[in-house]
């Protein structure tokens, strides 16, 4: 039996991670540190250690989908782990992220108002009011908050989905971060072969 490691258990920081937005949706910056980190690893180490190793959603869906039998462990489908669909899936997330920086900037400049609401699915729009206190930071940095933790929701809920219907890890073979830290890694590889040459 392989003995349980710290990292292990970060599976745990992504049920505090929402729990917490649940209650003050300022908590929501803290998902800054899933997005940041990995970058850093294959910035750094040229590596996808994050993800194989520190990722706590990556755990999460292991500890529900194996350990607690939630999966169909079927086989994930090839088109979801296919170039066309991994980068279009990047692409499309990341329209997302760049609609919400933007709506961010709207709501600093004063051209846009707080929106206290969270959308699943970058379509639902669920009144989430109760989380946070006007007037206590500015609004942009509140409606970065709402903003990010609709994206971190959706992707779980989706990660969720595609466990319960395949692997538990098929989020994994198409998450954003995923993509962009192996095409990271893959850009410090080929710099690292020019070197040699």
Known sequence: MNKKRWYDYLWIWSMIYFALGFFNILFAW?????FLVPLVFALAGGNKRFCNKYCGRGQLFTVLGK??????GKPTPKWMTSKWFRYGFLIFFLSMFGNMVFQTWLVASGAGT????IKLFWTIR????????AGTVPDWVAQFSFGFYSIMLTSTLIGL????????RTWCSFCPMGTMTQGICKLKAK????ERE
């Not at 803290?30 to 899933?34: N, P, T």
């Not at 350990?67 to 169909?72: A, G, H, I, T």
């Not at 669920?126 to 206190?133: A, C, N």
């Not at 710099?191 to 020019?194: D, I, L, N, P, V």
């Open 30 to 34: 803290l998902g800054m540190i899933d």
């Open 67 to 72: 350990n607690r039998k939630c999966s169909s």
């Open 114 to 117: 707080l929106k206290e609401v």
């Open 126 to 133: 669920v009144p989430w009011g109760w989380t946070y206190s």
């Open 161 to 168: 989905i595609v466990m319960v219907l395949y692997k538990p």
């Open 191 to 194: 710099g690292k072969e020019g």
